[in-house]
């Protein structure tokens, strides 16, 4: 019978012998390369992802439609489609003022830029189709920004334009949505209100 001081060590001894076989296994990969040699990401993607997650990238331009609509982060692309026409849609923002102060307001004034390209066919433009809602489910209703260049009521073919909307705002999350047809909302972009 072996001792349990031995016995101990031996187990111990065993343990280490496994966590180094693992660790050496970890810097290559099923074929043998040296683990990221042929990534394109930093660190590369673990080998057990199924291969449809490899095919994700974040700035992936989503598409919205009245049966499914889109759901993307302030700043990024919705091309969005309907049986008349489709058009590439971005919302930035909300800018507020006042970002930095010590003291968090309860509302602030939020403005955001709508770039819409691409269009293949006449989609409306309308400020009554822009809503955002905050995370109580407050609604507001956005406006042209005074001063600033109106887009035409209709986007054509071709054209590109970049607007703003404006409004007050509690701070907290919010989505900025857009229902070109005055009811069903096609895409979403959710934003944070915030000026601290």
Not at 179 to 189: S, T
Request: charged fraction near 15%; hydrophobic fraction near 40%.
């Amino acid at each position: 019978m072996i001792p349990i001081a031995r016995r101990e060590r031996l187990a111990a001894l065993a343990g280490a012998m496994v966590a180094l076989v693992t660790l050496a296994g970890c810097g290559s990969s099923a074929a043998g390369q040296p683990a990221g040699a042929n990534d394109t990401h930093f660190g590369g993607y673990p080998t057990w992802l199924p291969s449809s997650t490899l095919n994700y990238h974040s700035d992936t331009v989503l598409t919205g439609t009245v049966q499914r609509p889109a759901l993307t982060n302030e700043g990024d692309a919705v091309e969005v489609k309907t049986p008349q026409w489709s058009v590439l849609v971005t919302v930035a923002g909300p800018e507020v003022p006042g970002e930095g102060l010590p003291y968090q307001a309860p509302a602030d004034t939020c403005t955001w830029i709508v770039t819409m390209s691409g269009a293949t066919g006449p989609a409306p433009i309308s400020t009554a189709d822009f809503t955002s809602i905050d995370d109580l489910g407050h609604v507001y209703r956005p406006y042209f920004v005074p001063g600033q260049p109106t887009p035409p009521p209709v986007l054509r073919p071709g054209q590109k334009v970049s607007f703003e909307l404006r409004v007050v705002e509690a701070t907290g999350e919010g989505l900025m949505r857009w229902a070109p047809d005055g009811r069903n909302i096609v895409a979403k972009w959710d934003f944070v209100v915030e000026n601290d």
